[in-house]
């Protein structure tokens, strides 16, 4: 299938961004006095650059997630000291300076040393972008034949406690606690539910079933990060047709679906084959599932030219390319 590859790359690259320099990859270092690193009020993307079928690389969607990580401050209080095209263009700059074609892209902004106490608010807020290889997050094997999830014992937070709206740092404690509880169990994900005991989303991903036809996934005011790819299979499904409703829905309706996929950037669309040891479906990957997955393919390694507008190529103009050999 296209899009296979592996998630077992070493996490690293040539270069890095940090307020503003490129620097060696081996520079990338904070003090152990960073604010972000003791307790976790720190914003974050992730972001997928592909290779499509012209040769050329793209990054996708990147001004929905540079959206996002600027949501995500505004959440925290956090001011950035750059702007939303700083950053964005911080990420193209990035993709090739490391001369890849197809790789995953990571800004974060971080409270930096200075007061230890909690509100900190005076401290220097640092913002950086690094770009490394990133295989199917769930395996190629989980890609093509569907993963198995197991309905984890943590819940999602509180819509009250956690803000899940945002890419938190610290919120993603709650998520590996379920991964790993998860992959230690023999399960590939975990699916968390809410505090009322409804299906939110998975440890990275947002949860999508069909059954008899119409498409669902919890409503954005469920305790759900708003999935830029699970934005994108909305839009998608309007366009194929087929109805979509945000919803509320319970494990059992999960276990009863005809099929189950998730999505986010780093697990694209995976299906699901197994929840909880019951079969999904016919235990394959469903109808829609595929089609899913072939439309998105499509788009972001193929010649799909419908929704350029999601599309920031990423080679330098010509006219800029010329001028740097000169
Ligand atoms: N939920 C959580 C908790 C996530 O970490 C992610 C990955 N960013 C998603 C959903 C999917 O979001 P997206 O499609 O924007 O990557």
Redesign the pocket.
Same mark, same amino acid.
């Given at each position: 299938m296209k899009g296979a590859s592996t998630s077992s790359e070493p996490t690293r690259a040539k270069a890095l961004w940090l307020n503003g320099k490129i620097l060696p990859w081996e520079d990338g270092r904070v003090h152990l006095m960073t604010h972000t690193l003791h307790y976790g009020l720190g914003v974050f993307?992730?972001i997928r650059f592909y290779k499509r079928g012209d040769g050329r690389s793209a990054v996708f969607?990147l001004d929905?997630?540079i959206r996002?990580l600027f949501d995500s401050a505004h959440i925290c209080l956090m001011q950035l000291p750059y702007s939303p095209e700083d950053v964005a263009d911080a990420c193209v700059e990035m993709v090739r300076a490391n001369d890849m074609a197809e790789g995953y892209i990571r800004p974060i902004a971080y409270i930096a040393e200075g007061a230890m106490g909690l509100g900190a608010t005076d401290n220097p807020i640092h913002v950086a972008v690094m770009v490394y290889p990133w295989g199917a997050y769930l395996g190629v094997d989980g890609l093509k034949h569907g993963i198995r999830a197991k309905i984890s014992s943590f819940a999602r937070h509180h819509v009250n406690s956690g803000m899940?709206k945002g890419?938190i740092c610290g919120?993603?404690v709650n998520?590996i606690l379920a991964k790993r509880e998860a992959k230690l169990a023999k399960y590939d994900e975990a699916i968390m539910l809410d505090t009322d005991g409804y299906v939110a989303?998975?440890?990275?991903?947002?949860v999508f079933m069909v059954r008899d036809g119409v498409l669902r996934t919890p409503p954005l005011s469920s305790s759900?990060?708003?999935?830029? /790819?699970? %934005?994108?299979i909305i839009a998608l499904s309007h366009e194929i047709g087929l109805p979509v409703i945000r919803q509320k829905f319970s494990r059992d309706e999960l276990y009863t679906a005809d099929e189950v996929f998730l999505?986010? /950037?780093? %697990?694209e669309i995976t299906p699901v084959r197994e929840v909880d040891d019951r079969r999904i479906g016919s235990g394959r990957p469903g109808q829609w599932t595929q089609r899913f997955q072939e439309l998105f393919f499509e788009i972001v390694r193929g010649t799909d030219s419908k929704h350029m507008e999601w599309l920031r190529f990423t080679e330098a103009p010509a006219s800029a390319a010329k001028a740097s050999n000169a």
């Open positions: 993307e992730g969607r929905d997630h996002r899940a890419k919120q993603y998520s989303e998975a440890s990275g991903e947002n759900v990060l708003g999935g830029i /790819t699970r %934005a994108t999505t986010g /950037t780093a %697990a």
